[in-house]
Nanobody
């Protein structure tokens, strides 16, 4: 079974940085796309960024472009989300997600939570003003 475990969340002041990690296990992820989503209290889960395990093709939400970088370490089965210039609006539970790419890769498809079969438990990020 696929397991995704997030870490790296915490409390940070506005303008600060955090790096989230997602440890993936349970199978070979060579044909997978990995995504990061977030959910603030009372709001829907929203897309942050995604990356294909092979090829490293990335996609970002407009709200985080220029402040966030997604990357992966194939040897360690880790996916990272580097977040800089954090704002109070970034406060949310951040989730790692995975899905096997079926057919052609279409980046917009992986901006939707329903496209992912596997989810981690989430890690809380709180940005104070």
């Amino acid at each position: 079974q696929v397991q995704l475990v997030e870490s790296g969340g915490g409390l940070v002041q506005a303008g600060g940085s955090l790096r989230l990690s997602c440890a993936a296990s349970g199978r070979t992820f060579s044909n997978y796309v990995m995504g990061w989503f977030r959910q603030a209290p009372g709001k829907e889960r929203e897309f942050v960024a995604s990356i294909t395990w092979t090829g490293g093709r990335t996609n970002y939400a407009d709200s985080v472009k220029g402040r966030v970088t997604i990357s992966r370490d194939n040897a360690k089965n880790l996916v990272y989300l580097q977040m800089n210039s954090l704002e109070p609006e970034d406060t949310a539970v951040y989730y790692c997600a995975a899905d096997r790419i079926k057919g052609a890769y279409i980046s917009s498809r992986y901006g939707r939570p329903a496209s992912y079969d596997y989810w981690g438990q989430g890690t809380q990020v709180t940005v104070s003003s």
